[in-house]
Every structure is written in structure tokens, then in C-alpha cells.
């Protein structure tokens, strides 16, 4: 059975302080990795997607890549804004587009 | 903003009731997703449709249909509504089956 963990739940960071969070996961056959970004009470929002070992991808203080068995989505000088819950999601290469998604690192960024 | 458009952000209904979400996809977008998310089993695929006809189906009840019609839009109907169904509900669209782009939302609650 496909899997995604994510870790850790919860994160707290000072500003500028610099971290990374992880995304496990387990399935047979992988056509992408996605990350998003979900405020309080909004919808999820794109990130990244990463199709194959090796692949990175960056966007401002965001970066984000991909191994054969994890993900891991850095974010570097983080600020107030960068505050949010961090949800990745993988979709199958026989699955239609369906995304089954982790339960999230909450992120939280103090002045 | 994502261009998909979700209607209404709030429900409030009885248990033993029947309701109906809408969305309206981005424009050009051909396949539309829905998702539940609550806050004990995170976000979790429903249902995706392509051009009018269904592709998958994910732990979707069968107290629960969709459709999408010619103008692309989509409803998601819920009846016999239990205590369990209050939840935030998205709606995302995608052009191919890359990267979903997700609507605010509609926020059901079961009283």
C-alpha cells in the first residue's frame, strides 16, 4: 500500500533560521512528487512538482528535491510569511491524476 | 487566487440532509478533483472527472456523487448528511494530469 509520511508535524522557527522538512514515501510506481503550501482555512497551494530521482526545483527561499525514497523541502532565511502547514502528495503513473497527500509539517516563523 | 471558483465558502445544514458544492474549474482546465479534508484524516481524494466523463475514484461514500457537465463545471452532492461529513471541501483542476491547482473551498457543517 502507497504511503506518504511527513516529518516533523510541527516545526518552529526564528526568523532567518534555515531548515528542512521531509517527505517519505513508499509506492510502485511514481510519475510525481508535489509539494504545497495551505494557510488556515484555504486551499492548498502549489509549490513544486519533482518527477524523478536527482531533480531539484527552487522558488524564492523554497527549495525542494527528490531521492528514490524521500523528499525534502528546504527553506532557507525563513520569514513570518513562510508561515503555514507544508503538505507534499504523490501521484501514480496508473492513477489518473489522484494525489494522495501526507499529513502535513505546520511551520511556524517568529519574528 | 487559483481561478477556481468554489460556491458557497459556507454550509450549515441538519444530519439527514442533502447538499450541493459547486466549482467552477480554471479556464481551459478539463479535469476537475475533489477533495475532503477533516481534521483526523487530512486531505483526501474523492473523485476526479475529465471532460465530462469520471477517471477515478478514490474512498469516495456512496452517500456521495459528482458530475461534471458541458461547460466543465462541477457539483458534488452529499445526502443523508451525518455528523462525520462537517469538513472543508476543495475542488482542483488541472489542464493535463500535472499539477492540481486548488479553490478556496467550502467549509460544510453537519449540526
Known amino acids: 500500500e502507497d504511503q506518504v509520511t511527513q516529518s516533523p508535524e510541527a516545526l518552529r522557527l526564528q526568523e532567518g533560521e534555515s531548515s528542512s522538512l521531509n517527505c517519505s514515501y513508499t509506492v510502485s510506481g511514481l510519475r510525481g512528487l508535489f509539494w504545497y503550501r495551505q494557510d488556515p482555512g484555504k486551499g492548498p497551494e502549489f509549490l513544486f512538482t519533482?518527477?524523478?530521482a536527482g531533480e531539484e526545483k527552487e522558488k524564492e527561499r523554497l527549495k525542494a528535491t527528490l531521492t528514490k525514497k524521500e523528499s525534502f523541502l528546504h527553506i532557507t532565511a525563513p520569514k513570518p510569511e513562510d508561515s503555514a502547514t507544508y503538505l507534499c502528495a504523490l501521484s501514480r503513473t496508473d492513477s489518473w491524476g489522484k494525489l494522495q497527500f501526507g499529513a502535513g509539517t505546520q511551520v511556524v516563523v517568529t519574528p | 487566487d487559483s481561478g477556481v471558483t468554489q460556491t458557497p465558502k459556507h454550509l450549515i445544514t441538519a444530519t439527514g440532509q442533502r447538499v450541493t458544492l459547486r466549482c467552477s474549474p480554471r479556464?481551459?482546465?478539463?479535469?476537475v478533483y475533489w477533495y475532503q479534508q477533516s481534521l483526523d484524516q487530512g486531505l483526501q481524494f474523492l473523485i476526479h472527472y475529465y471532460n465530462g466523463e469520471e477517471r477515478a475514484k478514490g474512498n469516495i461514500l456512496e452517500r456521495f456523487s459528482a458530475q461534471q457537465f458541458p461547460d466543465l463545471h462541477s457539483e458534488l452532492n452529499l445526502s443523508s448528511l451525518e455528523l462525520g461529513d462537517s469538513a472543508l471541501y476543495f475542488c482542483?483542476?488541472?489542464?493535463?494530469?500535472?499539477?492540481?491547482?486548488f479553490g478556496p473551498g467550502t467549509r460544510l457543517t453537519v449540526l
Open positions: 482542483a483542476s488541472s489542464v493535463d494530469l500535472s499539477e492540481q491547482f
Open positions: 519533482l518527477y524523478s
Open positions: 479556464s481551459g482546465d478539463l479535469s
